[in-house]
C-alpha cells in the first residue's frame, strides 16, 4: 500500500493545549499534503509542504517534514472546540500510480471547551 | 461563488439498480477525482480525469463507470456491478495537469442501498 498512516488514531485534548499527529509514508514523494475533514463533510485542504522543505507554517498550524525518516506532523497550537476533525495526511503516487493522491485512515481530534 | 458541487447530498438505491452521482465544479480546473470514503476509513480512488474525454480507472474502479465530456462535469454512475456500494462518495478536483497539486472537494453524496 501507498497509503500514508497517521499516529494516533484518535486524540483527545482540551481547549487551548496543543496537538501533535503524525503521518509515515512508504514511498519517495515529491510533496505531503495535509487535509481537514469534519464529520459527514468534504476535505478541507490544509497545507502542502514539498519534499524539499523541512517546516511550514500557516496560522496555528506547523508541518514538518523527515524525508530521511519519510515522516510527517501537524501541530496545531492553542486548539479551539472549532478544530476537531478528522485531519489526513496525503501524498501522490509514483510510476504506474502517478497522479494519484493517496490518503491515511486520519487521526480523529476532539478538543473539548 | 467558485467551487464543486455534488448532488443529490444523501441517495438510496434498490440493489440491482444503476445510479448516478453528479459532480460540478467552476474551478476551470482541468482535473478532477471520484473517492469511497468507508466508516473510519481514509479516501479510495475510484476514477480520475485530468482532461476532457479522457479518464484513469483507480484503486477500486470496478463496478463503476465515468465520463468527462464536459471540463464543468464529471458524473460517475455506480453499477449494479458494484457488491458494496453504501458509502460516502466525494468528488475532487485540482487546477492544470500537474500531477502533484492541492485538490479541493466538494461535500459528499452518501449513498445507501436498501
Known amino acids: 500500500s501507498q497509503q500514508g498512516e497517521e499516529d494516533p488514531q484518535a486524540l483527545s485534548i482540551q481547549e487551548g493545549e496543543n496537538a501533535t499527529m503524525n503521518c509515515s509514508y512508504k514511498?519517495?514523494?515529491?510533496?505531503l499534503q495535509w487535509y481537514r475533514q469534519n464529520s459527514g463533510r468534504g476535505l478541507v485542504h490544509l497545507i502542502l509542504i514539498r519534499s524539499n522543505e523541512r517546516e511550514k507554517h500557516s496560522g496555528r498550524l506547523r508541518v514538518t517534514l523527515d524525508t530521511s525518516k519519510k515522516s510527517s506532523s501537524l501541530l496545531i497550537t492553542a486548539s479551539r472546540a472549532a478544530d476537531t476533525a478528522s485531519y489526513f495526511c496525503?501524498?501522490?503516487?509514483?510510476?504506474?500510480?502517478?497522479?494519484?493522491?493517496?490518503f491515511g485512515r486520519g487521526t480523529q481530534l476532539t478538543v473539548w471547551p | 461563488d467558485g467551487g464543486i458541487t455534488q448532488s443529490p447530498k444523501y441517495l438510496f438505491r434498490k440493489e440491482g439498480q444503476n445510479v448516478t452521482l453528479s459532480c460540478e465544479q467552476n474551478l476551470n480546473h482541468d482535473a478532477m477525482y471520484w473517492y469511497r470514503q468507508d466508516p473510519g476509513q481514509g479516501l479510495r480512488l475510484i476514477y480520475y480525469?485530468?482532461?476532457?474525454?479522457?479518464?484513469q480507472k483507480g484503486d477500486i474502479a470496478e463496478g463503476y463507470s465515468v465520463s468527462r465530456e464536459k471540463k464543468e462535469s464529471f458524473p460517475l454512475t455506480v453499477t449494479s456491478a458494484q457488491k458494496n456500494p453504501t458509502a460516502f462518495y466525494l468528488c475532487?478536483?485540482?487546477?492544470?495537469?500537474?500531477?502533484?497539486?492541492?485538490?479541493?472537494f466538494g461535500p459528499g453524496t452518501r449513498l445507501t442501498v436498501l
Open positions: 514511498t519517495s514523494i515529491n510533496n
Open positions: 480525469s485530468q482532461i476532457v474525454n479522457d479518464f
Open positions: 496525503a501524498t501522490y503516487g509514483g510510476g504506474s500510480t502517478l497522479g494519484r493522491l493517496y
Open positions: 475532487a478536483s485540482s487546477i492544470g495537469r500537474d500531477l502533484y497539486n492541492e485538490q479541493f
